[in-house]
């Protein structure tokens, strides 16, 4: 694609949106949904089989499929979600995990991954122009800073090679520059956020082994911590009103059919413990309704984890 054709089209996936940086709070266009329990509970006078300190065993993928229900509206709307415990103590949940849609912004995280990969490799720190794109990348979605950093790492076959070394094997970079039509999974952006995060345990946060540094990492979250404040929707709905949570969205309208890829993806915190959740969307007839049904689906997967 000519770079003026590149433009235009970047133009179309995301404003450049500055804000104040402030906190997550419960994004107001998902409504709170209820979890349907797996295991019943004894009837009046039944004492229950298990002991007092004995878990109950739960099918968290099909409990967060009975919460997604309600969520899902009739029409070409589809949606995707993983979501895991940061410290790994409780089993994480999926619903169509493994099922290919758009990227659009979302893939900013994965650039930039890529890109400190590549700086790692080769021994050095990212250049102070890197770093400014870097910033503008993810904390205001700029999408000329995104195709600059794009061509930085060599642009579908490097984000292709640092996905290997990441663990993404259901994501493949999307062809000519396109990079928003990068094609992924929900489970593969997962793997993303903890290639970033890491997990945690009682001895502190420990890095997923995907080659990214604890440096690396460092960045990467902290930039998805100050994501400017027009941009703060979407799994952020799904955490405490007090915490301080890190994201990344992403949302494309299609020029074919005039329907909306609204995505969004990160790490929230809720009652003193972390998650992480990824949240994908197409064939939404309307951006409002996207990251309603995505706040949605954030708030039912979590609420799948914390009972």
Known sequence: MHRNGLAAWAALLTGTLVGTLIGCSPGGAGQAVPVAATASAPSSGEASASAPDEEVSVDRDDALAKALKPLLPDGDARVSV?????????????????SAFDTASIVKVD??????LRAQDAGQALTPQERAYATAMIENSDNASATALWEAIGGADGLDAANQTLGLTGTRAG????????QTTAED?????????GTESAEGTE??????????????????????????????AAADSASVCALKNGWLPRSATGLWDINSVGRVSVGGKRYLVSVLSDGNTTKEAG??????AA????AVLTG
């Not at 952006?189 to 995060?197: E, G, K």
């Open 82 to 98: 993983a979501v895991a415990a940061l410290d790994g103590a409780t089993d994480g949940a999926v619903y169509d995990g493994t």
């Open 111 to 116: 650039i930039l991954a890529a890109l400190l």
């Open 175 to 182: 062809a000519g520059g396109e990079w928003g039509l990068t």
């Open 189 to 197: 952006q997962l793997t993303l956020l903890r290639a970033v995060f």
């Open 207 to 236: 890095g997923a082994d995907s080659g990214l540094s604890e440096a690396s990492r460092a960045h990467v979250a902290g930039l998805m911590g100050r994501i400017a404040s027009d941009q703060r929707w979407g799994v952020s």
């Open 291 to 296: 990251v309603a049904l995505v706040e949605g």
């Open 299 to 302: 708030k039912a997967a979590v």
